[in-house]
């Protein structure tokens, strides 16, 4: 069965317990409005318009961004990406987080944007 996926997010993967300060930086470095979540563990950048979106992450890992590829299908998504190559890394919570050839970082993640299927493609 076919199933579709895009890049959906750009995460900015912060070293941080306080995701405040960061928030503050990209929001003015971008020049729109961010705004942390309950938990402290995210911000979405607000302002943002069409796709990716971008969000930060509280992390305990070296800095870096990486993407959130959305699918309707993460088990069919992550099978493909496994056959060009790509290694599934874990399992969180309802994303895969997969490696690719290249070495970069990304998760597999469940539909987020209200336009979706928007531009996503469609893939065996």
């Known amino acids: 069965m076919a199933h579709k996926a895009r ?10 317990e306080d995701l405040e300060p960061a928030t503050a ?25 069409g796709y990716p979106k971008v969000l930060l992450q509280a992390v305990d890992h070296d800095p870096r961004v990486h993407l959130d590829v959305e699918t309707d299908d993460p088990d069919a998504e992550c099978e493909r990406l496994k056959a060009l190559g790509a290694t599934e890394v874990a399992r969180v919570k309802t994303w895969i987080v997969m490696e690719a050839p290249t070495g970069h970082r990304f998760c597999l993640v469940r539909p987020q944007g209200e336009d979706w299927p928007g531009a996503a493609r469609e893939f065996d």
């Open 7 to 16: 890049i959906g997010v750009l995460c900015i993967d912060c070293r941080t």
């Open 25 to 49: 930086y990209w929001s003015a470095m971008l020049g729109v409005e961010g705004k942390v979540d309950p938990d402290g563990k995210y911000a979405q950048l607000d302002g943002h318009r």
